[in-house]
């Protein structure tokens, strides 16, 4: 994906990655039952994969996006922010 998001961000438009999976993969995956420290080994793996993707891209035309989905139903088993923000907030985006 690197040549790609480097082209939308040449072309002079915002990069916007979705990443609901950051969030909703702790209670809808395979870690719905581990530690939360495997979770987030998962995320930094992934943050990092990312990373390389928008290597060149200036942060300034990427927006990053995580959600905790529309489930029809009560968030209960949600993970909370503040477990994984010090992983969102290293990837490569200035919103």
Not at 73 to 79: E, N
């Amino acid at each position: 994906m690197r040549e790609e998001y480097s082209r939308v961000a040449e072309a002079g438009l915002i990069v916007q990655i979705d990443a609901p999976e950051m969030c909703i993969d702790r209670n809808l995956s395979e870690f719905c039952d581990k530690p939360i420290e495997e979770f987030r080994k998962r995320q930094m793996l992934w943050v990092e994969a990312l990373n390389y993707a928008l290597a060149g891209v200036p942060e300034e035309h990427v927006r990053f996006h995580v959600c905790w989905g529309n489930l029809e139903g009560p968030h209960t088993r949600d993970v909370p922010l503040r477990e994984i923000i010090d992983i969102v907030l290293k990837v490569k985006a200035a919103a």
